[in-house]
């Protein structure tokens, strides 16, 4: 059988042309490179957030739905880069060969974890107490101590940053140590340090695969069960009356859909300004285009089966849901996200030339990344602006809560420093991991079957 | 002059190929050759002429038919018997929804299969074409539909690449 | 979305349960069983939870021995506007009809069971068992309304035939039908008149008046959202009035 | 570690085909004692439709008991076929080829039983067949399109015509085979059924083509079906155990676990019973029970979160319920029994190696996950309904009568039944499947190790 299959010819960059233009690109970038011009300007947006978020603290904890917007933002930015490296991981684990260019393209978004840390710790004061004046309202927590869900909120989110931080470094030992061969200065220092003495050896290689793959699943379990307490603290549990068992895997499923999204946004800018194009190829796209057609349909699949139970039940719980989220003060903000991350996905990704393209992934990607920020101001400002947090069911359906100047402000400064925190990690780590793109072209090979043209994909596990 | 489709049979694929190479050597063009096996080769692997189907249109016109189906049937239903049930309106839209999607779905796939069957051409129980029991356990039959008076220049071709077997209808 | 046709209905029957008044004595029990055909409750079927009770008078004790007080609740089928038994029927055979009332189709019914697992109060009853009447008691049975066989879900209709007759009568002679006029077998059976059945709609019928009364209270409503038709009015306790007991 | 021997396409057809062409010997007499059980079946459900449903052990409020269990057990295993064939195509993973056709098959079959239960359980099931379809014209009676119980035949009667045809789709390949092979009467009923079946490279094409466009339709068709069959219990607002927004992927996931189990279980008796020791190998075992881990994991996480916010608001009727369900007899033992069986005995053992690839031992494991799926499913439906609203009393619980034991086992013997005859007169295997299989894995060579790989085509440069 075997005999069939003959040599191709392999235009493919050799091991020399790929290892010197990912590392030493780094170390060459000429000062007029953009990549300078974006930090001063990113940090500049950052600077916008810092003041919003002094101005939010300014204003004090005491009236609760103050905080909706910044509660939302903290959510969002904890979605999209919290589920980012799951890309990598998820295909990584089915042993998929197609993930290898975006792997480290995915776990950089772990560095924007930072900012999502920083941006939680003033939303823990935010938070009511479990037990206030002898009162104890609704949680997940049930009988637990007073201040439960401040502990395991901030454990859950420090936890999964730290897990994602650590994945991304152990992923980048061998990419960091040929850094620390060809770079200079500080970066040779840092780098140096930080790959810890990596040679290479047979030994290291297995124990580094296997430290990945482990890593990799704990950190999916560890982002399940922190989208469950973030969910239920800071959303579920302060609207009187929503009692939604799907809302948690809600917000999971939503944030892996965004996080796709962003991960296809940034191999699509790294492709372009890293000049990248012959790594990160249309494969990668389109594989990740079909996932995201895929996420974009469990959208609608995980609030439909929410909405109908409660359109059909009509019970006091339901008809609470309706009003605030869906039907009430947000309307307009559920029908932008229904549009934004279901209708619109759905109705282009479904073609196969937009599917199998990379423009097309990219400008759906942005799409979804607006529809999940207007899906979380759509929960988190209905829910911290909800009152009668002890009453039975929601007597009084709060009216829109506008965002003031200093939300705006830390909106956008978030997202700028989420922007930052990226496009710094790249500037110590190279954007496209050097040894998967080695481990892949090793494995992989373009050959002739008979006359036909294929590609042999060695499976050692 | 009437059109004989000449088979002939090849132990390996290889065979095959060099015989596909053979006949667009001698000036056969591609739709007039026809490459059978018993297993799925990759596209192009005998270099033969690699049909372009237009199988997506099926599913497409089969969801619109289901989806204009099932709108008759619920909002049809519910109007014609408008009875209120549990506080809901007439026309229940979530309730719609469902069965308009299942609907969609399954015309959807009816048609894709429909359009499966009419794309391989395959409902032709009556056709004279040259079959051979053994193209089925591994070998590969090339088959050539050309006029009378080839017929003998093309064979030559088939057996000059070592064919097992020519048969001709 | 089409809303349903909202112009006031015609009618919208309902019924008012004085709580206070009721002494327990089943006599709608009895009343209901034999006005609408209900098939015989031998012990057996009782134990196998298949008896049928269109209308039931649930019974709670309060107090510690030795003075313990008995409360009587007679629960019927609610005609809920916002029935959670109504839309699960594959078949049409149960829905809301412009009369405000629960309407149980039996030729339609195929014997699902699904409207009875929506019910909160279980008022719904199903035929498992082909009901069978001794020979002699044949001629008892009601003309007016249908003997069911098995494979068929039943429950309080509010003596619909009753309904029909007085409304028929009241559009030949031309008039309205006065309040009062209808009444169903437990009504009509009720020694102390706690049952109340009239038309909502109608501010000065008896039933309206104690629907707006303050002891009114609907049953499971403030949970389940059913907006039942039956308004119950609470029971009126004399508390500690110079003797110890009370 | 693939482990298979280079067989030619003679000695796949001779193998494959044994089941097809001659009649094993063991054949006859397991389809007539399965016949037999089946034909009990059959009287008994004419006894009950003659007596009534008193028969059964039914009663008020516990309206729905062990017939609707297993409609759901059986919707449930149908989801292994698509989850197998649909999404193990996409993927491209290679351990899919000797199971696609049997798990559409059990599909098919169980959809097939799964249908008659409702019919069954119904008061007048002569009535219920044409009531729910759509045709009365003449008494203007329609369907009530907004009921649970019209979805779930659309629902289910979408996924079987699906399965048929695409079971039917990937069979004219090995129609002509056998007809090929076959000569007399039989030829002419394969030559009938191959519609005339030449294997050219068009209708090769359109195969994978239909493989991959079919499995992409089937793939929303298969998450619908349990989802809908899951709401006819969430849409209840009475129900407290039912009346959970979570219900939908809750069952779907659920219905993955206990179907993929299912096909293990298949597997292994296909294995047995054929003697296909080169087409179904310990290593396909080994990728199943991977799968299944991680399904198992993700059912069982469902199944807490649905607990834990079932007991979050707290209300009286919820803590009875579920207080009844898990601690008090003889639910607590049934409780117990399938905490075990569906997830503590398999999922732990599965992540054994060993385990992974004996045979026997995933055989055990498989069946022990399908007892405790039937037991989470009857824990779900009967104390839910007999434990409802302050007005719903009942003395002694609901246990299921003889003549309901009898139609379970019916359901069982006529799924197998069926199966068998199947295999009769078409082959289990795909046979160009297997040969596509051969024809597209080969070995590279990478430095000593001699490294098994796959062939993927490329389109033409």
């Known amino acids: 059988m075997a005999s069939h299959i003959s040599t191709a010819p392999d235009h493919r960059p050799t091991f020399q042309e790929s290892a010197s233009q990912l590392i030493a690109r780094g170390r060459t970038s000429a000062p007029a490179s953009p990549a300078r011009l974006w930090i001063v300007v990113l940090s500049a947006v950052t600077l916008v957030g810092v003041v919003g978020v002094a101005g939010r603290l300014a204003g004090g904890f005491a009236d609760r739905s103050a905080w909706g917007y910044y509660a939302a933002v903290v959510s969002f930015l904890l979605s999209t880069a919290g589920a980012a490296p799951m890309v990598s991981i998820a295909p990584t684990l089915a042993r998929a060969s197609w993930v290898r260019p975006v792997t480290r393209v995915s776990q950089l978004f772990a560095a924007v974890g930072v900012v999502t840390a920083l941006l939680y710790i003033p939303l823990v004061f935010a938070l009511p107490p479990l037990v206030e004046d002898g009162v104890r309202r609704r949680s997940i927590w049930f009988g637990a101590p007073s201040l439960t869900p401040h502990l395991w909120g901030t454990i859950s989110v420090l936890g999964l940053v730290f897990i994602g931080l650590a994945l991304l470094w152990s992923s980048s030992i061998p990419d960091l140590k040929a850094v620390a061969e060809t770079a200079t200065g500080l970066r040779r220092r840092i780098a140096g340090r930080l790959s810890m003495g990596f040679i290479g050896t047979d030994t290291q290689w297995k124990a580094l695969r296997m430290r990945i793959g482990v890593l990799g699943a704990f950190y999916f379990l560890f982002l399940v069960f922190t989208h469950i307490v973030f969910s239920a603290d800071f959303a579920v549990a302060l609207v009187a009356g929503w009692k939604d068992a799907i809302f948690p895997m809600y917000h999971a499923m939503t944030s892996l859909q965004s996080g796709l999204a962003s991960t296809i946004v940034a191999a699509y800018f790294i492709r372009r300004f890293g000049r990248l194009e012959r790594y990160i190829e249309l494969d990668q796209f389109w594989a990740m285009s079909k996932l995201l057609f895929a996420t974009s349909l469990l959208w609608f699949y995980f609030f439909f089966s929410a909405f109908i139970v409660f359109w059909y039940g009509r019970t006091g719980s339901d008809q609470a849901v309706i009003d605030i989220l869906i039907g009430g003060p947000y309307r307009w903000a559920f029908i932008a996200t229904f549009l934004l991350s279901f209708v619109i996905p759905l109705f282009s990704l479904m073609w196969n030339p937009v599917r199998h393209s990379i423009k097309g992934p990219t400008i759906i990607g942005s799409l979804i990344l607006t529809g999940m920020l207007i899906d979380r101001i759509r929960i988190y400002a209905a829910a911290w602006s909800a009152e009668g947090i002890n009453d039975r069911y929601l007597r009084f359906v709060p009216a829109t809560h506008w965002p003031d100047p200093w939300d705006v402000f830390v909106i956008v400064g978030a997202i700028g420093a989420a922007a930052l925190a990226f496009l710094l990690a790249t500037r110590l780590v190279p954007a496209v991991s050097l040894w998967e793109i080695q481990y892949m072209r090793l494995l992989t090979r373009p050959v002739r079957f008979l006359k036909g043209h294929a590609f042999i994909i060695a499976k050692p596990d | ?169 | 979305m089409v809303m349903p046709s909202q112009e006031v209905a015609a009618h919208s029957w309902g019924m008012g349960v004085d709580i206070d008044r009721c002494t327990g004595c089943q006599a709608c029990v009895v009343a209901c069983q034999a006005e609408n055909n209900l098939p015989i409750n031998e012990e057996e079927h009782f134990l196998q939870g298949r008896s049928f009770e269109w209308i039931r008078v649930e019974r709670y004790w309060e107090g510690e021995y030795p003075n313990i007080k008995a409360r009587y609740i007679p629960i019927l089928c609610q005609h809920c506007e916002n029935a959670p038994c109504e839309p699960v029927c594959p078949v049409y055979a149960t829905y809301h009809n412009d009369q405000g009332m629960n309407v149980q189709v039996y030729n339609r019914c195929v014997g699902t069971r699904y409207c009875a697992n929506g019910c909160p109060y279980q008022v719904r009853f199903f035929n498992y068992w082909e009901p069978v009447w001794p020979e002699t008691l044949r001629n008892q049975l009601n003309p007016d309304v249908t003997v069911r066989s098995r494979g068929v879900m039943e429950k309080c209709s509010f003596c619909i035939q009753r309904i029909r007759r007085v409304r028929l009568q009241a559009k030949s002679d031309g008039r309205a039908v006065r309040d009062g006029e209808i009444q169903p077998a437990c009504v009509q059976a009720c020694p102390t008149s706690a049952l109340v059945f009239g038309d909502l709609n109608d501010p000065t019928s008896r039933v309206s008046k104690l629907k707006n009364n303050r002891r009114s209270y609907l049953l499971l409503n403030d949970t389940l959202r059913t907006e039942p038709n039956v308004y119950y009015l609470a029971r009126v306790e004399t508390v500690g009035t110079g003797a110890a007991h009370g | 570690m693939q482990q298979h021997r280079e067989l030619t396409e003679r000695q796949i057809n001779t193998q494959l085909l044994n089941g097809a062409l001659a009649t094993p010997a063991w054949w006859k007499w397991a389809v007539i004692g399965l016949g037999l059980i089946v034909l009990a079946g059959f009287s008994t459900f004419g006894y009950m439709v003659n007596r009534g449903l008193g028969v059964t052990g039914l009663g008020r409020p516990v309206f729905w008991g062990v017939f609707i269990t297993t409609f759901v057990f059986w919707v449930g295993i149908s989801h292994a076929g698509i989850m197998i064939s649909a999404i193990l195509r996409l993927t491209q993973a290679e351990w899919r080829r000797p199971v696609t056709r049997a798990a559409e098959l059990l599909t098919v079959f169980s959809l097939i039983t799964a249908l008659t239960f409702p019919v069954i359980h119904a008061g007048r099931p002569w009535r219920i067949i044409y009531w729910i379809l759509p045709y009365d014209f003449s008494r203007g009676v329609w369907p009530n399109v907004r009921s649970p119980l019209i979805w779930d035949p659309a629902a289910i009667g979408t996924y079987l015509t699906g399965s048929t045809l695409f079971l039917y789709v990937a069979l004219l390949p090995d129609l002509g085979n056998l007809r090929d092979r076959t000569t007399g009467f039989k030829h002419g009923l394969y030559t009938l059924l191959a519609l005339g079946w030449r294997g050219n490279s068009r209708q090769w094409r359109l195969q994978t083509t239909a493989g991959i466009l079919l499995s992409a339709l089937m793939l929303p068709i298969f998450v619908s079906v349990h989802s809908i069959v899951s709401w006819d219990f969430a849409v209840t607002p009475a129900v407290e155990g039912w009346h959970s927004t979570i219900f939908a992927p809750y069952f779907v996931i659920g219905a993955v676990h206990s179907g993929v189990s299912a096909v293990v279980t298949m597997m292994a008796l296909m294995r047995w019973l054929w003697k296909w020791d080169n087409f179904i190998r310990p290593e396909h075992f080994d990728a199943l029970a991977r799968l299944l881990i991680v399904v198992g994991t993700a059912w069982f996480a469902f199944t807490l979160v649905e607990i834990l916010y079932s007991l979050y608001s707290l209300e009286g009727q919820e803590l009875a319920f579920r207080d009844m369900q898990i601690f008090q007899w003889p639910w607590a033992l049934l409780f117990v029994i399938f905490l075990i069986t569906a997830f503590f005995i398999p999922v732990p053992a599965w992540l054994f190696k060993r385990v992974r690839n004996s045979i026997p031992l995933m055989f055990w494991t498989s069946i022990s996950v399908n007892i405790g799926m039937w037991l989470e499913r009857f824990l779900i439906i009967v104390p839910a309904l007999s434990r409802k609203q302050p007005f719903v009393y009942v003395w002694g619980s609901y246990h299921p009568s003889l003549v309901e034991l009898t139609l379970i086992l019916w359901s069982l013997a006529f799924v197998g039944m069926n199966m068998l005859l199947f295999a009769r007169f078409f082959p289990l295997i795909p046979l160009f499947e297997q040969k596509e299989s051969q024809a597209f894995s080969s070995r590279v060579q990478i430095g000593r190790a001699s490294v098994p790989a796959v062939l993927r085509e490329r389109e033409q440069e």
Not at chain 2, 34 to 46: C, D, I, L, Q, R
Request: include cysteine.
């Open chain 2, 1 to 169: 002059m009437a059109r004989k489709s000449i088979l002939g049979l090849y132990e390996t694929p290889d065979a095959g190929a060099n015989a596909l190479d053979g006949l667009h050597a001698a000036g056969v063009e591609a739709h007039e050759t026809e490459v059978m096996t018993g297993t799925p080769y990759p596209e192009g692997a005998f270099g033969e002429h690699v049909p372009q189907h237009r199988l997506f249109r099926f599913p497409a016109f089969g969801a619109l038919f289901g989806f204009t189906l099932a709108l008759l049937y619920t909002a049809g239903t519910q109007l014609a018997w408008p009875l209120v049930t549990g506080g809901k309106p007439i026309l229940a839209v979530p309730a719609m929804l469902i069965i308009l999607y299942e609907f969609t779905m399954l015309n959807a796939v009816i048609f894709t299969v429909v359009g499966i069957i009419f794309e391989s051409r395959l409902p032709n129980l009556f056709t004279k074409a040259p079959y051979d029991r053994r193209i089925s356990e591994g070998m590969v039959g090339v088959v050539v539909s050309c006029e009378e008076n080839r017929a003998a220049e093309v064979e030559a071709v088939l057996r000059r690449a070592g064919a097992l077997e020519i048969k001709s209808a």
